[in-house]
């Protein structure tokens, strides 16, 4: 049987992972490069050992395998191929080896990079990737069992990895089909790109932790892994973007970002790496805060596997549950021990870790860059607070409690614009010293330039007065911050590229490309400040004016909302059927008109999708999209008998697709600042350090 | 007399003009769904969890929605109706906890971890100008950005080409 195969090869991965462990560890021991290097072969196998498993599974996918119980509980017949084949992350058990399988991708091209001037890092890094891997697949090996199969005994239907005395198979005729949420493109891909993100931050961590053993503790560890670090960001970024993406569209309440604790889970080690991605070039530049880079790993790896637990264990609905749950207690044993093991060794070479230079300036770069580490850790303080408060309320007063959007969004909002702020002065600080008049020189021609921008969006408030909220003064504040540090951006890229046009007398666009291939870290920074400029826009926008009504109308009633009228025209109701010609889905949508101020814009069709195979349904907005605003309608109940009424509910969100625009902006800076060097070996950062005494956005 | 009474009735008629449309509304008019959503936008309904009430399709929040309607047509304020909600299913049907009791620490620690972050920097500015012995890195010197930063650029640039 093909389930019991694709167990096998999970134990046997497991086995292999548990003898990466050892090998390296008695590599290390006994000073014998054989058995470093038959660790880092270990470890190399694991890849085609964990690809071979998903690709067992996917085959029990697609081919309609209902005997094996994960088969049966993400996928039906009625489902098309494509959505068979993602149905590998849409559970627990599959997503889990899905984990695994790209922690061992990453795994095995790291350890196929040139290991000449790092021989020592190697055991250590196998070490950690391999305890990574073998708590993973362990995980599936003995509590998640993805290729568990139905049996038929005497008491019933059971599910279990091995078959019961006197069981026989049973094959249920059809799957429950896999959460209707979950069946949206960009469901598809956020899980993909999150959890890249989170198996990419194991490489960082691997090899600080294989610095803090080994004793090396300059910065190679952290040049190797810049571009790993980057390309990790670049991932989780794309995830929780398109996990946004996905709220906004399928959710049905027409926002982005709701602060539920999985959302969090997956923003907490966003945060750390952002801080680190940023305190590391004081390391690289200076040699300074060498134990709060250590930290900021640490902390991501953790928040990662934390992250994963919180999802995974069931401890979100409740800490009983998550007491009842198999993997949830051993989330947490995993989650203690790697932290403090790290903690500790961190501790061991705390001395060795001593800074190379001391601050002389509190307005040098790498002070507003401290500042910056400590607002991004006051932002994960309050997520994890948050998150965690209900759980320690419900263990100490037996009675749990909600901890919803208007706490975070009090706790964070000034946070993040004082982020902004110094996103748009610290490019213009140098490294090592710089005064308020330098500073203030800098910053006066971006400044002159937002205080005229801001004074034309004042006199359109003025003019359109009807659009002043109560949130009217921080929107003015959030606005003047981003629209100077744009300038300031936009100065940045000016100043250089116009330098090297007339020294090169180039056209100014072909200086700016150049400038950017040859500095792809700092102008690469540069376009992801454009992007967070941009999705601050956005979220200002639909966070301090999205207005909204609800009403139920008949038919060619209209309902009015920021000077959009929608008529409610039809209302249909019917079956769409799958490639067998069965019933999928139960679709009822509504026709409505769009107007503005009495001509016509559009037709749209919120509508509601009823899936017969899982029970649930789904909301789908009728959304007419511009730059300027998003006009967005959900049909929220209808009177099915007559089908003469409606009841929907309308959002006027301002400015939302900028949050979108921008996030593409943002991702392709990402893309610029992760782009391999030709050969960056030869060009460490500090190598290069050269007679560029002020050096903006590096 | 007679203008007295003609006085009387005037005020009477005049009362009664004014007071008609009054108790013509009560009981009060239903309460809109835009008037019920203000209200369940900041709960949550203890089975669907991070759902805000007033987007959550299950029939549980729709009835609890009609529970607010109901509540509104017969006067009840905001307060009073989520004091209601509390009273049977507890604080978590809030969207934030009150700030008593034990909940009180979700307001207060993050306050002073931030406390303790921004003491530990202050720290780090304080102990400036202080240049350790084993300087080993680079330290570049001030500079005034503006002027030097072109000639410096094309500097680097005419060395690199």
Same mark, same amino acid.
């Given at each position: 049987?093909?389930?019991?195969f694709?167990?096998?090869?999970?134990v046997?991965?497991?086995?292999?992972s548990?003898?990466?462990?050892?090998?390296?560890?008695?590599?290390q021991?006994?000073?014998s490069?054989?058995w470093?290097?038959? =660790?880092?072969?270990?470890?190399? *196998?694991t $890849?085609?050992?964990?690809?071979?498993?998903?690709?067992?599974?996917?085959?029990?996918?697609?081919?309609?395998?209902?005997?094996?119980?994960? #088969?049966?509980?993400?996928?039906? @017949?009625?489902?098309?191929?494509?959505?068979?084949?993602?149905a590998?992350?849409?559970?627990q058990?599959?997503?889990?080896?899905?984990?695994?399988?790209?922690?061992?991708?990453?795994?095995?091209?790291?350890?196929?990079?040139?290991?000449? @001037? %790092?021989r020592?890092?190697?055991?250590?890094?196998?070490?950690?990737?391999?305890?990574?891997?073998?708590?993973?697949?362990?995980?599936?090996?003995?509590?998640?069992?993805?290729?568990t199969?139905?049996?038929?005994t005497?008491?019933?239907?059971?599910?279990?990895?091995?078959?019961?005395?006197?069981?026989?198979?049973?094959?249920?005729?059809?799957?429950?089909?896999?959460?209707?949420?979950?069946?949206?493109?960009?469901?598809?891909?956020?899980?993909?790109?999150?959890?890249l993100?989170?198996?990419?931050?194991?490489?960082?961590?691997?090899?600080?932790i294989?610095?803090?053993?080994?004793?090396?503790?300059?910065?190679?560890?952290?040049?190797i892994?810049?571009?790993?670090?980057?390309?990790?960001?670049?991932?989780?970024?794309?995830?929780?973007?398109?996990?946004?993406?996905?709220?906004?569209?399928?959710?049905?309440?027409?926002?982005?970002?709701?602060?539920?604790? +999985?959302?969090?889970?997956?923003?907490?080690?966003?945060l750390?790496?952002t801080?680190?991605?940023?305190?590391?070039?004081?390391?690289?530049?200076?040699?300074?805060?060498?134990?709060?880079?250590?930290?900021?790993?640490?902390?991501?790896?953790s928040?990662?596997?934390?992250?994963?637990?919180?999802?995974?264990?069931?401890?979100?609905?409740?800490v009983?549950?998550?007491?009842?749950?198999?993997?949830?207690?051993?989330?947490?044993?995993?989650?203690?021990?790697?932290?403090f093991?790290?903690?500790?060794?961190?501790?061991?070479?705390w001395?060795?870790?001593?800074a190379?230079?001391?601050?002389t300036?509190?307005?040098?770069?790498?002070?507003?860059?401290?500042?910056?580490?400590?607002?991004?850790?006051?932002?994960?303080?309050?997520?994890?607070?948050?998150?965690i408060f209900?759980?320690?309320?419900?263990?100490?007063?037996?009675?749990?409690?909600?901890?919803?959007?208007?706490?975070?969004?009090?706790?964070?909002?000034?946070? $993040?614009?004082?982020?902004?702020?110094?996103?748009g002065?610290?490019?213009?600080?140098?490294?090592?010293?710089?005064?308020?008049?330098?500073?203030?020189?800098?910053?006066?021609?971006p400044?002159?330039?937002?205080v005229? #921008?801001?004074?034309?969006?004042?006199v359109?408030?003025?003019?359109?007065?009807?659009?002043?909220?109560?949130?009217?003064?921080?929107?003015?504040?959030? *606005?003047?911050?981003?629209?100077?540090?744009?300038?300031?951006?936009?100065?940045?890229?000016?100043?250089?590229?116009e330098?090297?046009?007339?020294?090169?007398?180039?056209?100014?666009?072909?200086?700016?490309?150049?400038?950017?291939?040859?500095?792809?870290?700092?102008?690469?920074?540069?376009?992801?400040?454009?992007?967070?400029?941009l999705?601050? +826009?956005?979220i200002?926008g639909?966070?301090?004016?999205?207005?909204?009504?609800q009403?139920?109308?008949?038919?060619?009633?209209?309902?009015?909302?920021?000077?959009?009228?929608?008529?409610?025209?039809?209302?249909?109701?019917?079956?769409?059927?799958?490639? @067998?010609?069965?019933?999928?889905?139960?679709?009822?949508?509504?026709?409505?008109?769009?107007?503005?101020?009495?001509q016509?814009?559009?037709?749209?069709?919120?509508?509601?999708?009823?899936?017969?195979?899982?029970?649930?349904?789904?909301?789908?907005?009728?959304?007419?999209?511009?730059?300027?605003?998003?006009?967005?309608?959900?049909?929220?109940?209808?009177?099915?008998? =007559?089908n003469i009424?409606?009841?929907?509910? #309308?959002?006027?969100?301002?400015?939302?697709?900028w949050?979108?625009?921008?996030?593409?902006?943002?991702?392709?800076?990402?893309?610029?600042?992760?782009?391999?060097?030709?050969?960056?070996?030869?060009?460490?950062?500090?190598?290069?350090?050269?007679?560029?005494?002020?050096?903006?956005?590096? | 007399?007679?203008?007295?009474?003609f *006085?009387?009735?005037?005020?009477?008629?005049?009362?009664?003009? #004014?007071?008609?449309?009054?108790?013509?509304?009560?009981?009060?008019?239903?309460?809109? %769904? %835009?008037?019920?959503?203000?209200?369940?936008?900041?709960?949550?309904?203890?089975?669907?969890?991070?759902t805000?009430?007033?987007?959550?399709?299950?029939?549980?929040?729709?009835?609890?929605?009609?529970?607010?309607?109901l509540?509104?047509?017969?006067?009840?304020?905001?307060?009073?109706?989520?004091?209601?909600?509390?009273?049977?299913?507890?604080a978590?049907?809030?969207?934030a906890?009150?700030?008593?009791?034990?909940?009180?620490?979700?307001?207060?620690?993050?306050?002073?971890?931030?406390a303790?972050?921004?003491?530990?920097v202050?720290?780090?500015?304080?102990?400036?100008?202080?240049?350790?012995? =084993?300087?080993a @890195?680079?330290?570049?010197p001030?500079?005034?950005?503006?002027?030097?930063?072109?000639?410096?650029?094309?500097?680097?640039?005419q060395?690199?080409?």
């Open positions: 049987m093909l389930a019991d694709g167990y096998g090869i999970l046997i991965t497991f086995l292999v548990i003898y990466a462990i050892f090998a390296s560890v008695f590599g021991v006994k000073k490069q054989k470093i290097e038959s =660790s880092r072969l270990a470890m190399q *196998l $890849f085609p050992l964990t690809t071979l498993a998903s690709l067992v599974m996917i085959y029990l996918l697609v081919s309609n395998d209902y005997n094996v119980s994960f #088969v049966y509980q993400v996928s039906s @017949r009625a489902m098309p191929t494509y959505l068979k084949v993602t590998l992350w849409g559970g058990a599959g997503s889990l080896l899905f984990w695994s399988w790209l922690l061992s991708l990453f795994m095995t091209a790291v350890t196929l990079r040139k290991w000449d @001037r %790092d020592e890092f190697l055991p250590w890094v196998v070490l950690v990737a391999s305890i990574t891997l073998a708590f993973f697949i362990g995980l599936n090996v003995f509590y998640e069992n993805p290729f199969r139905f049996w038929q005497f008491s019933g239907v059971t599910p279990a990895t091995f078959r019961p005395a006197g069981a026989i198979p049973f094959t249920p005729a059809d799957g429950s089909g896999l959460n209707p949420l979950l069946r949206h493109p960009g469901m598809i891909i956020h899980p993909p790109m999150l959890y993100g989170f198996v990419g931050f194991v490489i960082p961590y691997a090899f600080a294989a610095a803090l053993v080994t004793g090396r503790t300059d910065d190679r560890w952290t040049h892994t810049r571009r790993w670090t980057l390309w990790a960001w670049l991932f989780l970024s794309l995830g929780l973007v398109l996990g946004g993406r996905w709220a906004y569209d399928v959710l049905g309440w027409g926002g982005y970002w709701g602060w539920d604790p +999985v959302e969090i889970a997956a923003f907490m080690p966003w750390t790496g801080a680190f991605l940023h305190s590391v070039m004081i390391q690289e530049k200076r040699g300074m805060l060498k134990h709060w880079n250590m930290i900021l790993v640490i902390l991501t790896y928040l990662v596997i934390f992250g994963t637990f919180l999802t995974r264990s069931g401890v979100l609905s409740s009983h549950s998550f007491a009842q749950s198999a993997i949830g207690p051993a989330f947490f044993i995993f989650i203690g021990l790697t932290f093991a790290s903690a500790a060794l961190l501790i061991w070479r001395p060795e870790l001593k190379e230079a001391q601050m300036s509190v307005l040098s770069r790498e002070a507003l860059f401290l500042l910056n580490n400590l607002l991004f850790i006051a932002i994960l303080v309050v997520c994890f607070w948050g998150v209900p759980l320690i309320s419900e263990l100490v007063t037996g009675a749990k409690v909600t901890v919803g959007p208007p706490f975070y969004e009090r706790a964070t909002g000034p946070l $993040f614009a004082a982020l902004v702020l110094l996103m002065v610290a490019p213009l600080s140098a490294w090592g010293h710089s005064t308020l008049k330098t500073l203030g020189k800098a910053i006066v021609r400044l002159v330039a937002a005229i #921008v801001m004074a034309a969006i004042l359109y408030f003025v003019l359109n007065p009807h659009l002043i909220n109560g949130y009217f003064p921080y929107a003015v504040i959030g *606005l003047f911050v981003t629209i100077m540090t744009a300038f300031v951006t936009l100065y940045e890229f000016w100043r250089a590229a330098a090297r046009s007339r020294a090169q007398k180039e056209n100014i666009f072909v200086s700016l490309w150049r400038l950017a291939g040859r500095n792809r870290r700092r102008y690469g920074g540069y376009t992801i400040h454009l992007g967070v400029i999705m601050a +826009v956005g200002i639909i966070e301090m004016f999205q207005t909204e009504t009403g139920t109308i008949a038919k060619n009633q209209s309902i009015q909302l920021a000077g959009y009228t929608m008529t409610f025209k039809e209302l249909q109701e019917f079956d769409l059927l799958d490639a @067998r010609g069965a019933p999928m889905q139960n679709v009822t949508r509504a026709t409505v008109d769009v107007h503005q101020n009495g016509y814009l559009t037709t749209l069709y919120p509508r509601r999708d009823y899936y017969y195979d899982s029970e649930q349904p789904m909301t789908i907005p009728g959304v007419r999209s511009t730059m300027q605003d998003d006009f967005y309608i959900l049909l929220v109940d209808w009177q099915p008998m =007559s009424g409606a009841t929907f509910k #309308v959002y006027h969100n301002p400015m939302v697709n949050l979108w625009f921008g996030s593409a902006i943002f991702i392709l800076g990402t893309f610029i600042a992760a782009w391999p060097e030709k050969d960056p070996e030869k060009a460490p950062a500090r190598a290069r350090k050269s007679s560029l005494a002020y050096q903006p956005g590096d | 007399m007679k203008r007295l009474t *006085l009387f009735f005037f005020v009477l008629v005049l009362a009664l003009a #004014v007071g008609m449309p009054a108790s013509a509304q009560s009981p009060n008019p239903t309460p809109s %769904d %835009d008037e019920v959503n203000a209200i369940a936008r900041d709960m949550y309904c203890p089975v669907c969890e991070n805000p009430l007033d987007v959550c399709p299950t029939q549980a929040c729709i009835q609890w929605r009609e529970l607010i309607r509540k509104l047509s017969e006067g009840w304020t905001e307060a009073q109706i989520k004091q209601y909600f509390v009273d049977q299913y507890g978590r049907v809030l969207s906890p009150p700030a008593q009791g034990f909940s009180v620490l979700i307001y207060i620690v993050p306050p002073i971890v931030l303790l972050g921004v003491f530990i202050l720290r780090a500015f304080r102990s400036m100008h202080k240049p350790l012995e =084993s300087s @890195r680079e330290t570049p001030a500079t005034t950005p503006d002027n030097d930063y072109l000639r410096r650029v094309e500097e680097e640039l060395k690199r080409d």
